[in-house]
Structure formats: structure tokens, C-alpha cells
Nanobody, 122 residues
Framework: QVQLVESGGGLVQPGGSLRLSCAAS????????MGWYRQAPGKQRELVAA???????NYADSVKGRFTISRDNAKNTVYLQMDSLRPEDTAVYYC????????????????WGQGTQVTVSS
């Protein structure tokens, strides 16, 4: 019905940068908020950054000033630019989108990507 496909993860040294992308496709009438979450081994999934359709952004305190979230509404795509990466940023990063599937419903449904591994290590 709806697919979120992530890309851009990998291995990077401390202080380096990565850019994650997540493209949504399928039964999409409109996308409300989009965001990135992460889950490190043995920890709960946590919000990293989110952006509304009106481009209001929200960041976890731990990434403020280092990560930037943006979206391209024409492409149904959200990005996460990650700079000054630290070992503690190592986690699986998941894309999330809150989507209205058709003009005949006002219900918003949450969809998740499959996750992409980000490893920060020297």
C-alpha cells in the first residue's frame, strides 16, 4: 500500500558526515509529518528529528546543531543531513511518515521504513 525506502547509511569516522534519504510511494493522497527515529542495541527507539508539511522542525537535544532534517514534497522524500557524527550516534535509523491514503478519508496512518544502519567508529 505504502512503501518507505531508506538509503544513505554506512560506516563513518567520528566527525564525519552522512546523508540519509527516505522516499515514500504507493497510496498517498497527502503526507503530514515525516521524521527519523533511531534505535541503538539494548535501547528504545527514539525520535531524532521531525518535520511537518509546513516545514516546522523538531530535534532531539542530542543532535541539535549537528543534524538537519528537510523534505521535498514533490518527491515525497525526507532527508537527514548528519554532521559532526559521534560514536553515540551509532544506531539503526528508521524513517517515519504520517500519511493520508486517499481523498475519501481523513485518517492519518503511520508508516515505517525498513531501517538503515549508521555506524560511527574509527
Amino acid at each position: 500500500q505504502v512503501q518507505l525506502v531508506e538509503s544513505g547509511g554506512g560506516l563513518v569516522q567520528p566527525g564525519g558526515s552522512l546523508r540519509l534519504s527516505c522516499a515514500a510511494s504507493g497510496s498517498i493522497f497527502g503526507i503530514n509529518a515525516m521524521g527519523w527515529y533511531r534505535q541503538a542495541p539494548g535501547k528504545q527507539r527514539e525520535l531524532v528529528a521531525a518535520i511537518t508539511s509546513g516545514v516546522t522542525t523538531n530535534y532531539a537535544d542530542s543532535v541539535k546543531g549537528r543534524f538537519t532534517i528537510s523534505r521535498d514534497n514533490a518527491k515525497n522524500t525526507v532527508y537527514l543531513q548528519m554532521d559532526s557524527l559521534r560514536p553515540e550516534d551509532t544506531a539503526v535509523y528508521y524513517c517515519n511518515a504520517r500519511i493520508r491514503n486517499s481523498m475519501y478519508t481523513t485518517t492519518l496512518r503511520d508508516y515505517w521504513g525498513q531501517g538503515t544502519q549508521v555506524t560511527v567508529s574509527s
